[in-house]
C-alpha cells in the first residue's frame, strides 16, 4: 500500500510531523498502519502537545482505508472461502487429526502453549514433515531455540513412507529441500522477515508456501515485554497482526509455540498475557506424561470446536 507521505497533498492533516510520529512507532505505510493496535496508537498521541491533531491525523488515514478497501463480504462469501480455501491440513498424527477435525486449517494462527517437555516442538517437526510429503508447496520454518532438527525429520518422513517403495528416498530429498528454516533469535528479524514473505507471497515468487511454523513465539516477544514502556506491547500486536493477516490472504497455515509461566497462586497460564491471548484463532494446550510417554491435548480456544475438549497422543520415536 502507499506510503503515508504520499497522502500528504491530498490530506492535510497527514503532514510532516503526523508521519514523524507514525514512524517514531515502525508505521510507514498505510499497510503499517492497518497491523498496528490503533487504541494504543491513540494513547501513545495523548503524550503529545498537539494530540487533538495526531488523533484527527489517525481518522483521517481511517477514513481514507475504508473509502478504498474493498466492500465487506456477507455471509455466504465468507462460507464459499472457507469451504474453497481454509482447508486442513494433516499433521501426521492420527489422533490429533481426528481430535482437530483435519489437522491445523489455513487461514488461521494456531498456538501450541505448555511447559517444557510437553512435545510442541515433536508437533511442529512432525507436521512439517507431513505437509511437506504430503502436500504440494513450502513450509517455513522460523526456529528460535535452536531446537529444528533435521535428523528428526528424517525419522518423522522415514515413519511415513513404506520402505519397499523405491520412490521413498526422492521422497525424503522432496521434504528436506520443502522445509527452509531460519534460525532467528529477536522481534526485529522476525518481523523482517514476515514482510520478506509477504512480499514473496504477493508476488508469487516460486513454490507455493503452505505453511508457516515459529518454534517459539514467546521465546522472541518475551525480551521485550519488560519494563513500563508500550513499545514491547506493540512490537507484540503487530507481529500478531502481521500473521493473522499471511494466514487469512494466502490460505497459510501458521502454527506457533508459547511456554508457560506461574500465574496466581502458582497456577501455570501461558505467556506473553491478556493482549496475546486474544490474537491467535486457535490455542491447544500441550502437556505429556513422563512416565508413560502420553501427551494430551486440550482446547482452549477455537472458533468451531468446543472448549475444554482433549485427547491424548503419542509421538512415535526413531
Known amino acids: 500500500m502507499a506510503p503515508l507521505k504520499s497522502l500528504e497533498r491530498d490530506y492535510p492533516l497527514i503532514d510532516s510531523t503526523f508521519q514523524n510520529f507514525c514512524a517514531s512507532h515502525g508505521i510507514f505505510t498505510v499497510e503499517d498502519f492497518l497491523i498496528h493496535d490503533l487504541y494504543l496508537l491513540a494513547v501513545l498521541a495523548e503524550q503529545h502537545n498537539n494530540s487533538e491533531k495526531l488523533k484527527q491525523g489517525i481518522t483521517q488515514v481511517l477514513s481514507i482505508i475504508e473509502s478504498r478497501c474493498q466492500l465487506w463480504l456477507n455471509g455466504l462469501e465468507l462460507l464459499d472461502d472457507v469451504e474453497q480455501n481454509k482447508h486442513a491440513l494433516s499433521t501426521g498424527c492420527e489422533r490429533i487429526d481426528a481430535f482437530l477435525q483435519g489437522g491445523i486449517r489455513e487461514g488461521y ?3 501450541l502453549v505448555g511447559p517444557s517437555s510437553s512435545s510442541k516442538t515433536q508437533v511442529c517437526l512432525q507436521t512439517a514433515s507431513n505437509v511437506a510429503r504430503k502436500y504440494s508447496g513450502r513450509v517455513m520454518y522460523f526456529d528460535s531455540g535452536n531446537s529444528f532438527s533435521s535428523k528428526r525429520i528424517v525419522e518423522f518422513v522415514s515413519q511415513m513412507s513404506d520402505p519397499a517403495n523405491n520412490q521413498a528416498n526422492r521422497t525424503l530429498q522432496q521434504v528436506m ?3 527452509v528454516c531460519h534460525s532467528i533469535f529477536d522481534i526485529f528479524t522476525l518481523l523482517d522477515l514476515l514482510h520478506q514473505l509477504k512480499n514473496s507471497l504477493r508476488s508469487q515468487m ?3 508456501v503452505r505453511m508457516l511454523i515459529i518454534d517459539s513465539i514467546s521465546s522472541l516477544i518475551s525480551p521485550v515485554l519488560g519494563g513500563s514502556g ?6 507484540m500486536v503487530t507481529a500478531g497482526f502481521l500473521l493473522k493477516e499471511l494466514a487469512h490472504e494466502n490460505n497459510l497455515a501458521v502454527l506457533v509455540t508459547n511456554h508457560m509461566v506461574a500465574g496466581e497462586v502458582g497456577v501455570s497460564k501461558p505467556a506473553l498475557g491478556e493482549s ?3 490474537i491467535p484463532h486457535v490455542r491447544l494446550l500441550l502437556s505429556r506424561d513422563h512416565v508413560t510417554n502420553i501427551s494430551s491435548m486440550s482446547i482452549l480456544k ?3 470446536l468446543a472448549t475444554g475438549k482433549s485427547a491424548e497422543f503419542v509421538i512415535r520415536g526413531p
Do not use: D, R
Open 276 to 278: 496475546w491471548k486474544n
Open 230 to 235: 508500550a513499545h514491547g506491547h506493540a512490537l
Open 109 to 111: 494462527l494456531t498456538e
Open 206 to 208: 516460486g513454490c507455493q
Open 177 to 179: 529441500k520443502s522445509i
Open 302 to 304: 477455537h472458533p468451531c
